[in-house]
């Protein structure tokens, strides 16, 4: 079983705090993901990995970076906390994989971690 | 970039009927179509998927349909039961590079009544 894992399940911090939300994964994934998940909006990604020091922006990078030092763990980083981003936060992992005929056949399944609570007063 | 339309935002329905969860996506590069159920306080988890090249996939109760002209696709549970209450995500992928971008829809809360 994929077992993908969040440093925290709820996390309260103040405004203008440096916030790191980690994750951690144990099958061996090459993709890694950060989303937010707001009510009504659904998941929105926010970054994410497809290698080791590589990072690509998603959709709502915005007042986040992230860090991905080993191939297990991807890091997000809150620089300066705000309001704005209290939210559930998900961290997700995936492995493509490519047939022998060179056709894309993938999993692409994402395994979600647990999320993390994050609350800015 | 790709845009994901998820209705209903909200489903209530009798123990036994079924439900149905429809989506849309604008861009036509996109191959792979994942459904996610989240139950309360839990965790999204993949429930079933369709490629570009198949119109329909069915796992029991669970069947999902392709329309690739339409750019739609659409979740199916019969005989609905307490348990498939639950938030449902679509999510359209496309691969970029070497990986697969994944856009998700909205959701859909799906309560079933007993």
């Known amino acids: 079983d994929v077992k993908v894992t969040q440093s925290s399940r709820y996390l309260v911090k103040r405004t203008g705090e440096k916030v790191f939300l980690e994750c951690v994964q144990d099958?061996?994934?090459?993709?890694m993901f950060w989303y937010r998940q707001d009510p009504g909006l659904g998941l929105r990604l926010i970054y994410f990995?497809?290698?080791?020091?590589?990072?690509e922006k998603g959709d709502i990078p915005e007042g986040y970076s992230v860090s991905r030092e080993k191939k297990e763990r991807f890091s997000l980083i809150l620089e300066s906390a705000s309001t704005n981003q209290t939210s559930m936060y998900l961290c997700?992992?995936?492995?493509?994989?490519?047939?022998?005929?060179?056709?894309?056949?993938?999993?692409?399944?994402?395994?979600f971690g647990p999320g993390t609570r994050l609350t800015v007063l | 970039g790709e845009n994901v339309e998820q209705h209903p935002s909200t489903l209530s329905v009798q123990e036994g009927d079924s439900a149905v969860i429809k989506c849309t996506y604008s861009d036509s590069a996109s191959n792979y179509f994942p459904w996610y159920k989240q139950e309360l306080g839990k965790r999204p988890q993949l429930i079933i998927d369709i490629r570009s090249n198949v119109g329909e996939k069915k796992d029991q109760r669970i069947a999902v349909t392709l329309n690739k002209t339409a750019k739609h696709f659409s979740l199916h549970i019969t005989e609905t039961q307490p348990e498939d209450s639950a938030v449902y995500f679509c999510a359209a992928s496309r691969r970029s590079g070497g990986y697969q971008k994944v856009t998700f829809g909205t959701g859909t809360k799906l309560q079933v009544i007993p």
């Open positions: 997700a992992s995936s492995s493509p994989l490519f047939g022998t005929s060179g056709l894309h056949s993938s999993t692409d399944t994402q395994y």
């Open positions: 099958m061996d994934h090459e993709n």
């Open positions: 990995s497809y290698d080791v020091k590589m990072k």
